[in-house]
């Protein structure tokens, strides 16, 4: 029997049925705890820095798919855009949905809805990882790269406007010079995000004096000026995705390394 599916907005009422990504990461996975903290970001800025639509299975009232995302003018993204775009911050489908039409269903009420509403487009910084994001999947649902920075795709879908005016910020952070300096962004808008948030903190407070840490609130005005949501060592982006703690400890001991040569 086919399942029957539905894509609706997100309200207050979704929050416990927010990341269905999570539930196809292994109960071990150390990220998964961190979904609590990941929805009561999301609750506090439902409307303000985050909108969504869900994929719902009708037969068990089950999430299946989610596409997140914000307005220019509202969104917590290293980018200048100009007023009234879509920015998609990410989207997934869970696996036994996958390759059956349904990403496509989700992406034309989105176009539709947001159409409806008077916005110019959807904008989305899809990636060369084909298990995340990647580019060939909004290509085929008719987004059009305009920009190209390694390894992402700046791709964008006219909704109320052919072209749009975008680009990504540049990286533009100086650390400390006495010390190895690990800069952290408050933003638990991902569980992956708010893991590596946590677990490098911890492992940045194992090695003493020899590092500094230093936490910014991820406003609008600090992300754009900064360039830049991740993980900094030493003002560098050498941490992506759930790295392990071996990797971050290795990161970290590099840099005092090089600092005391």
Same mark, same amino acid.
């Given at each position: 029997?086919? *399942?029957?599916?539905?894509?609706?907005?997100?309200?207050?009422?979704?929050?416990?049925?927010?990341?269905?990504?999570?539930?196809?990461?292994?109960?071990? !996975?150390?990220?998964?705890?961190?979904?609590?903290?990941?929805?009561?970001?999301?609750?506090?800025? /439902? @409307?303000? +820095?985050?909108? @969504?639509?869900?994929?719902?299975?009708?037969?068990?009232?089950? #999430?299946?798919?989610?596409?997140?995302?914000?307005?220019?003018?509202?969104?917590?993204?290293?980018?200048?855009?100009?007023?009234? #775009?879509?920015?998609?911050?990410?989207?997934? =489908?869970?696996?036994?949905?996958?390759?059956?039409?349904? @990403?496509?269903?989700?992406?034309?009420?989105?176009?539709?809805?947001?159409?409806?509403?008077?916005? $110019?487009?959807?904008?989305?910084? *899809?990636?060369?990882?084909?298990?995340?994001?990647?580019?060939?999947?909004?290509?085929?649902?008719?987004?059009?790269?305009?920009?190209?920075?390694?390894?992402?795709?700046?791709?964008?879908?006219?909704?109320?406007? *052919?072209?749009?005016?975008?680009?990504?910020?540049?990286?533009?952070? =100086?650390?400390?010079?006495?010390? #190895?300096?690990?800069? /952290?962004?408050?933003?638990?808008?991902?569980? #992956?995000?708010?893991?590596?948030? +946590? !677990?490098?903190?911890?492992?940045?407070?194992?090695? @003493?004096?020899?590092?500094?840490?230093?936490?910014?609130?991820?406003?609008?005005?600090?992300?754009?000026?900064?360039?830049? !949501?991740?993980?900094?060592?030493?003002?560098?982006?050498?941490?992506?995705?759930? *790295?392990?703690?071996?990797?971050?400890? $290795?990161?970290?001991?590099?840099?005092?390394?090089?600092?005391?040569?």
């Amino acid at each position: 029997m086919q *399942a029957t599916l539905k894509v609706k907005k997100v309200t207050l009422d979704d929050l416990e049925d927010t990341y269905c990504c999570m539930s196809e990461s292994p109960p071990s !996975t150390s990220w998964t705890a961190h979904v609590p903290e990941s929805r009561q970001w999301f609750k506090r800025n /439902l @409307g303000r +820095h985050v909108e @969504g639509y869900h994929l719902v299975d009708e037969s068990s009232g089950k #999430v299946v798919g989610h596409i997140y995302f914000a307005s220019s003018e509202k969104m917590l993204l290293p980018f200048e855009v100009e007023p009234n #775009v879509a920015f998609i911050y990410c989207t997934e =489908i869970l696996k036994p949905y996958m390759r059956k039409g349904y @990403g496509r269903m989700m992406l034309d009420y989105m176009k539709a809805d947001l159409k409806k509403q008077g916005c $110019k487009g959807i904008l989305v910084d *899809a990636t060369g990882f084909e298990s995340y994001m990647h580019h060939e999947h909004f290509s085929k649902q008719g987004f059009k790269t305009i920009l190209e920075h390694e390894p992402f795709k700046l791709m964008y879908f006219p909704l109320n406007q *052919a072209t749009v005016k975008a680009k990504p910020v540049e990286a533009n952070y =100086i650390p400390s010079k006495d010390k #190895v300096e690990v800069t /952290l962004f408050k933003l638990p808008f991902c569980p #992956v995000g708010a893991y590596m948030y +946590h !677990t490098i903190k911890r492992i940045a407070k194992s090695f @003493g004096d020899q590092v500094k840490i230093v936490e910014i609130e991820p406003t609008q005005e600090t992300i754009r000026r900064i360039g830049t !949501t991740d993980p900094l060592i030493n003002g560098k982006l050498k941490l992506f995705g759930p *790295a392990s703690e071996e990797d971050i400890k $290795k990161t970290i001991q590099e840099e005092i390394s090089q600092l005391k040569h």
